[in-house]
């Protein structure tokens, strides 16, 4: 059982300034010694490595849709230990995919209403005053299942201005904490990118950043008073085991093109027995020779094509390899790699490792987004045909080329059929399909 108390941050849309609070609040509690551990609600890869830059430890993602009710409570108790857990939700608080039965849906308040978590809601107050005691008292009974144990403003334009926030919701939703209020500060914007933000490991200021956040939390919001909100979880569960490994010896793809592997599907291959390995495309590297499995995970190959075309001894060793009978698996930006050529933005092909009969494009940019239940259509490194699989799709390549023996057959949150996805040759597979766990 998870028995480190528990709060998620959360928001009624986004861009209201969760990430921030939630990085202020992980720097500002390690600098005072607290052992805090983190989590994200939904797909996401970009806020973990933020949330695990500011706390020095892992991030773990917490997607309700996605995953199957024991690994996300397997999750939940390996978070427990710590002293402390806060959890960032995703989009708004009750926002999540598009599901007619009314199943799962992936929200924020699902995985609340499941830990037992209570929610600090982050209310941007820009052109507002009484106003926001409407839109708290709205969030904080339109669920029963969900608490709304405190509340934060942000982007307050002054002390006046909060004055008049805090009184008016303190007589509209007494039962609710006045928690304090961030004033907007433009050196604290995160800056974002086509996928969201600017990856931590890019930010040469990240530990000035990170520091910023904190002083500002500490300046600003009632800390203690936050942690005393906090809850343990009633969740139990085994260990969390997503997928099964590749292989025995997986070598890792990892550098700032191949950032975006789940913490919980490697550590779940290591509990299963699994030796990884890293290893570094950018840097000219190639997989462990020992290696028996090869996984590229995605991220942002195509904002370095050129570099990765030009190095020999990493697409020399994929090829040496998958010629050797190791397993490997692609996905997004990995799978881009495994193919033929990668078009950039401006409309310069690369060749890439040529495994799979793939041709992609950046130059022709069209958004893919949303969760995936992917089917194998036949046995592979993957596992048997007919496995199901769920996963997310966010990108903006678009393909002008596949050529092969299709891997999965797709549907969406809805059930929608999407048709086939990605490419198996051997014991070489891929898709665009970041896989988050088993069915």
Request: net charge negative; with cysteine.
């Given at each position: ?403 092969g023996q299709p891997l999965f057959a797709v549907a969406d949150a809805a059930g929608r059929p999407l048709g086939m996805a990605g490419l198996a040759a051997g014991r070489v597979a891929g898709s665009f399909v970041h896989l988050i766990d088993r069915e």
């Amino acid at each position: 059982m998870a028995t480190a108390p528990g709060l998620i941050v959360a928001a009624p849309a986004s861009g209201s300034g969760k990430t921030l609070l939630t990085l202020g609040l992980l720097r500002h509690l390690t600098r005072r010694g607290l052992t805090v551990t983190s989590a994200k609600v939904g797909p996401d890869y970009i806020d973990p490595a933020f949330h695990a830059a500011a706390s020095g430890r892992p991030c773990f993602s917490l997607d309700g849709w996605a995953m199957r009710p024991a690994t996300l409570a397997g999750l939940a108790g390996d978070l427990g230990h710590a002293e402390a857990i806060i959890c960032e939700g995703v989009m708004g608080l009750f926002d999540g995919a598009f599901v007619p039965t009314g199943g799962r849906d992936g929200s924020t308040a699902e995985v609340a209403a499941l830990t037992g978590w209570p929610v600090l809601l982050v209310l941007d107050a820009r052109g507002m005053s009484g106003s926001a005691a409407a839109v708290l008292a709205g969030f904080a009974r339109h669920r029963a299942d969900v608490t709304i144990a405190g509340v934060l403003f942000n982007r307050v334009a002054g002390e006046r201005h909060a004055a008049a926030l805090a009184e008016a919701c303190r007589l509209t939703c007494p039962e609710v904490a006045l928690l304090g209020w961030l004033p907007k500060d433009a050196a604290l914007e995160v800056p974002s990118r086509h996928l969201g933000l600017v990856q931590a490991c890019e930010r040469p200021d990240l530990e000035a950043f990170l520091d910023g956040a904190a002083a500002l939390v500490a300046r600003h919001v009632d800390v203690d008073a936050l942690l005393a909100l906090a809850r343990p979880s009633g969740v139990t569960g085994g260990p969390a085991v997503p997928l099964p490994p590749l292989g025995g010896r997986i070598a890792v793809a990892r550098d700032e093109a191949f950032a975006f592997a789940y913490p919980a599907v490697l550590e779940g291959w290591r509990r299963q027995g699994a030796e990884l390995s890293l290893f570094s495309p950018l840097d000219g590297q190639g997989p462990e020779p020992s290696a028996d499995a090869v996984y590229l995970p995605g991220g942002y190959p195509e904002l370095h094509a050129g570099r990765l075309a030009a190095n020999r001894g990493f697409l020399d060793g994929l090829r040496a390899a998958a010629a050797g009978g190791a397993a490997m698996f692609g996905e997004c930006g990995g799978y881009m790699v495994l193919g033929r050529g990668l078009e950039d933005a401006d409309g310069h092909r690369h060749a890439m490792a040529g495994l799979l009969g793939l041709e992609s494009s950046f130059a022709k940019r069209r958004l893919h987004l949303g969760y995936r239940r992917a089917v194998l259509t036949a046995e592979g490194v993957l596992g048997a045909a007919a496995t199901a699989l769920r996963g997310h799709e966010f990108h903006y390549a678009s393909v002008t080329a596949e050529d092969g023996q299709p891997l999965f057959a797709v549907a969406d949150a809805a059930g929608r059929p999407l048709g086939m996805a990605g490419l198996a040759a051997g014991r070489v597979a891929g898709s665009f399909v970041h896989l988050i766990d088993r069915e």
